[in-house]
Nanobody, 129 residues
Framework: QVQLVESGGGLVQAGGSLRLSCAASGRTFSSYAVGWFRQAPGKDRESVAAINWRVGSTYYTDSVKGRFTISRDNDKNTVYLQMNSLKPEDTAGYYC??????????????????????WGQGTQVTVSS
């Protein structure tokens, strides 16, 4: 069993930065894929980014490309989401999720919440204008 714990959320002004962390316990991420999702009040959950841990390949939704970076730390068994140039529309609860299989190149599976096997409880990001 894998437990995921997110941290790093908070209140930041537009244009600022935050770094979210997703720490795993129970198993190492080495053969996993990890994704970040977000959900704002009254809106559907949307995928943000994902990473295939072993090969380091990454995926981003268009609205965050060039602003967000997903990365991993093998020693800490942690995935990060570095968020720069934040906008008020980035305000949401952010959730990490992990799955036991990698995403294939060109696959859109990383976007789907149901493709993952484990989910965290989330961390709130609020961006003020």
């Amino acid at each position: 069993q894998v437990q995921l714990v997110e941290s790093g959320g908070g209140l930041v002004q537009a244009g600022g930065s935050l770094r979210l962390s997703c720490a795993a316990s129970g198993r190492t991420f080495s053969s996993y894929a990890v994704g970040w999702f977000r959900q704002a009040p009254g809106k559907d959950r949307e995928s943000v980014a994902a990473i295939n841990w072993r090969v380091g390949s990454t995926y981003y939704t268009d609205s965050v490309k060039g602003r967000f970076t997903i990365s991993r730390d093998n020693d800490k068994n942690t995935v990060y989401l570095q968020m720069n140039s934040l906008k008020p529309e980035d305000t949401a609860g952010y959730y990490c999720a992990a799955r036991r299989r990698l995403f294939l190149p060109g696959s859109s599976s990383w976007r789907r919440w149901g493709e993952y096997d484990y989910w965290g409880q989330g961390t709130q990001v609020t961006v003020s204008s």
